[in-house]
Structure formats: C-alpha cells, structure tokens
C-alpha cells in the first residue's frame, strides 16, 4: 500500500509538471495562431485601402477644392479678358474718333502734350467704367505715344492712363475709392482723384514683358493676341500684380497701344482666402509651370493664413499617387494642380495651373492621430486576444490539474472516482489495473482479499492426515479421477474426503477450492497449506 501511494505521489508531481507544460504550450500554440491571424488581418486592411484611407479621401477632397476653384478661376479670368476685349473695342472707336476729328495719326500725338490730353480724357470714361464693373483692382490703357522723344527713356516710356483701388482689405476687397496711378495729372483734378503716392506721368513699358511686342505686331483684331503677364512688380511701390495685356486694334489693322485690367496680390489674397478642412490650410494660387516646377514668384498666391508659404518661393514638383509634393527646399506641401489656359498668342510658351496646397506638416500631425487610433485600436485588439489565450489555456488545462490533485489527496484510486474528463478517466483505470498487476506479481493482496486467504490458510489446521494428502494431490495438479489409483483408496472416499475438505476449508466446490489454492500460489503462500 505504502508503495501505491508513494507511485501515486510521483505520478502526480509529473503530471504537475508537464500540466505547466502543457499550459505552456498550449499558451504558445493560441499566441503563434493569433499573430498570424492578427497579421493576415492587418495585410488584408492594407490591400483593402483602409491604411490608405487618409491619402483617398484627401484626394478626393482636394480634387473636389481644385475643380471648384479651377472653375471659379477660370470663370473670374475670362470675365475678366472679356470685358478687357471690349475695353478694347471701345478705346478702338474712341481714339479713331479723336484722331479723325484732329485729322492726325497717333504717331504725330507724340510731343504733343495737348492732344495726349484729348487722348486721354476720352479713355477715361471706359477705364473707369470697367475698374467698377470688372472683378479686378485696376484697369489702364497705354498708348504708343509719349509726350517726349527726346528723353533717354523715350523708346520704352508710354502715355496712358492707370487707376487703382488704394485702400484694399479684407472685410471689402472692392471699396469704391479710386486713385490715379499714371497718366497726366489734370484728368485726376477735373475728376477729383487722387493722385497715388507713387504716381507718374507715364508707363514704363519695360516693366511689362512683351508688351513692345504686342504693340509692334499688326492685328485684324483683338482676340487675335493676348496675354496675361507674369506677376511684375508695380513700379516705385511695394506691390506686385498680373496684368491682362490686350492691344488695341484700329480700324486698318494698327495697333495704337495697349489695355487691360490688373490683379494685384493684395487682391487676390483677399479674393482667394485660406480654406480651414481637417486636413490643414488650404492655400490657393494661380502661378506657371516650368520644368516640374510651379514658379509662385511669377504668379500669384491666395491668403497663406496658417501656413508658412512664401509667395516669392519656387515649388518643385513630385508626381504622387494620390497627391503631388511640393517642395521649397525649407518646406513641404501637398496637393494638386491643374492647367489653366488664360492666355492666347503669348511672346512666349507659359503654361499657368491653378494649384491647391496645404503644408504637409498639418496633414501629417492629422494621419499620426489616425495612426495613433489606430495603433492603440490594433494594440487592444492584440492584448484581449492574448488575454482570451491565456484564459483558455488555463480553461482548458485546469480540470486536469485539478483531476491530478484530487488523485492525490485519494487514499486509493479503487472508489471509482471520476474527473468528469474521459481521458483522465481512463488514466486512472490504467493505474488501477496496473497496481492489481503489481500486487498479484508481488504477492501484495488488498486487505479484505489477505483477511480471507489468511483465514483460509488457518483452517487447513483443521484437516486430518488423509485430507492434507488429498489437498496436496490436487495442489500438485492432479484430477479427482486419479486420486484413487494415488492413494490407494475407493472414489467413494476420494468423494468423503472431498466433503470434509471443503467444510474445513469453507469452500463451496473443487473450482472454489482450486481458486484459493492458484491465488496463493500466485502470492508466494502456498507453502503455507503444508
């Protein structure tokens, strides 16, 4: 029995270890299968775009912005060249009419101070019309005359007139007080204008590109040629602007100067503002493209409130799948352009595009807070799959456990004891039938089964002489039919002895008798019946 127990204590502490080990394992396998589950999970999000989410919808909103824009642009452009082409027209008939009346050509006004002056006063009605109907912040007429030839700067100085808005802002991008920018100053007196701090008598023909082109090329008509130069500087101030450069075209086919109307970029600041979105501070601008590159010196930019953006900056463009990168060498952007054709029969080939911009520095500080959501979403996700594993592991292997416990604190696995778990179950048979095994191999008997063959072995006392040697022949394996010829006596006392035997004994039949007789032997007591 003390050897039963001490095989049952052993049995236990393995089974304790490998029960850890088991959890262990079992641990491993839920923790292997839930990473690879988990990382499938991830590797399908991202074929299906979700970690792309961001850059789709950004695209689809920036694309949505640009149209808009591209489309207001255009539509503020073309208003804009269309009202500058009858200013064209107009200007056309009014100087033809004073030059038929003066019975003069425009190139014998030049030097002639008076006759600019009637020029002059008959264009500016025009001017100021289109200054208050057009949706810009300045409108001139230049004519190919100058009131001195004999200046230095005569080939390039030009008569006409320039009015301006001056005092532009925010809360009214168009206010109506008009200022005198270029032109001679006795129109300003009779219309009560002010003259601006930077006036001058004439134009500066050299500070607009290709406008001694467009003067010097013979035209059937307008339409036929213009442009919108690039952003100049506006002379003696602080200010830049676009200007629409459209010739004035006579009746032959002479070009008598130039017109057109003006887009600083003070106005279009106020007229383009920043649009706030959860991505960042769109900014719009209106600029050429050169070589991969969007030029914002030689265009203009909208509001650049809250943003970093420099006007005077070179963009250099990178071509993206969802958006392109533009970079100034001390500062990114993201976003999108189109072309915009705004001019016709330009001296020289510009492609202008309008371009919406945010920094990249917001739309990214907006995808780290999406990406931090989703790190610690997916980082949860991880840590209650691996918490269920744990649980689980230990669900499944405590019975066991516990099973192996209650083995221990059993005195003998023979009461039947179950674990509710099949394979435990049949452990615990196998050691049952095990320990009998051992038991009949080492003459090691249960109590109640010792108490009998004891008392069994005790009552051979009670044999005679006679009997004793009939219970050895049948020890010795021999059948009742050959007991007669061995003792020498009848059957019929073979059969008396039999009985006598079997009472002593307290057996009920030879089988029983035989039964005792191969247990005892089995246990190593059979001597003990002699």
């Not at 208050?132 to 100058?146: H, P, R, S, V």
């Not at 130069?229 to 602080?238: A, E, G, H, Q, V």
């Not at 095994?437 to 008997?445: A, H, M």
Request: glycine share 6%.
């Amino acid at each position: 029995m003390f050897r039963k127990l001490k095989e049952l204590r052993a049995l236990n502490a393995f089974a304790k270890k490998q029960s850890v080990g088991m959890q262990r394992k079992l641990m491993l396998y839920w923790v292997s299968m839930i990473l690879v589950v988990f990382a499938a999970v991830i590797f399908l999000l991202s074929i299906a775009g979700a970690f792309s989410r961001d850059d789709e919808q950004l695209h689809e909103v920036m694309e949505l912005h640009l149209n808009n824009t591209r489309e207001h642009l255009s539509d503020h452009l073309d208003h804009l060249t269309a009202q500058s082409l009858n200013l064209s027209k107009e200007l056309s008939r009014e100087i033809e009419g004073v030059l038929v009346q003066e019975g003069i050509s425009l190139r014998e006004v030049n030097d002639d101070p008076e006759r600019l002056l009637k020029l002059q006063e008959a264009m500016y009605p025009l001017l100021s019309t289109t200054l208050q109907t057009a949706n810009c912040n300045g409108a001139y007429g230049i004519l190919d005359a100058t009131t001195n030839t004999s200046l230095d700067a005569a080939d390039h100085s030009r008569s006409g007139i320039h009015l301006r808005y001056s005092n532009l802002s925010a809360s009214s991008p168009v206010t109506p007080t008009v200022v005198y920018f270029r032109g001679i100053p006795d129109i300003a007196r009779k219309k009560d204008l002010e003259l601006h701090n930077r006036w001058n008598l004439e134009f500066d023909t050299d500070q607009i590109p290709g406008c001694r082109d467009l003067m010097d090329t013979p035209l059937d008509r307008p339409a036929e040629r213009y442009f919108w130069s690039r952003r100049i500087d506006l002379k003696d101030t602080w200010e830049s602007a676009l200007l629409l450069c459209v010739p004035i075209v006579g009746s032959d086919g002479t070009v008598y100067g130039i017109c057109g109307v003006e887009l600083s970029a003070l106005y279009f600041q106020f007229s383009y503002p920043t649009t706030e979105g959860q991505f960042g501070s769109a900014v719009t601008m209106l600029a050429p493209v050169e070589d991969g590159r969007l030029l914002l010196s030689d265009g203009l930019v909208g509001s650049v409130n809250g943003t970093y953006l420099d006007s005077q900056e070179t963009l250099t463009i990178h071509q993206g799948r969802y958006y392109n990168e533009y970079d100034t060498g001390s500062g990114k952007y993201i976003g999108l352009h189109q072309t915009l054709p705004i001019s016709r029969g330009e001296t020289e080939d510009t492609v202008w595009a309008a371009a919406i911009l945010i920094p990249q520095e917001s739309y990214a500080a907006y995808t780290a807070d999406i990406q931090q959501t989703w790190v610690l979403a997916a980082l949860g996700l991880l840590l209650g799959l691996l918490a269920l594993s744990f649980f689980l592991s230990r669900r499944f292997v405590r019975p066991i456990t516990d099973s192996l416990k209650r083995f221990q604190q059993e005195e003998t696995l023979e009461q039947g004891m179950s674990s509710g778990i099949s394979e435990v179950d049949e452990l615990a048979e196998f050691l049952n039938a095990r320990a009998r095994n051992q038991r009949l191999e080492q003459g090691e008997l249960p109590p109640n089964i010792a108490e009998l063959f004891d008392q069994f072995v005790a009552r051979k006392d009670l044999l005679t002489e006679a009997e004793r040697n009939i219970l050895r022949y049948y020890i010795d394996g021999h059948e009742i039919s050959e007991i007669p010829d061995l003792a020498f006596i009848s059957m019929s006392t073979v059969r008396k002895h039999n009985r006598s035997i079997y009472e002593k004994l307290g057996v009920a039949s030879r089988d029983e008798l035989m039964l005792y007789i191969d247990l005892l032997r089995r246990c190593g007591r059979l001597q003990e019946l002699f």
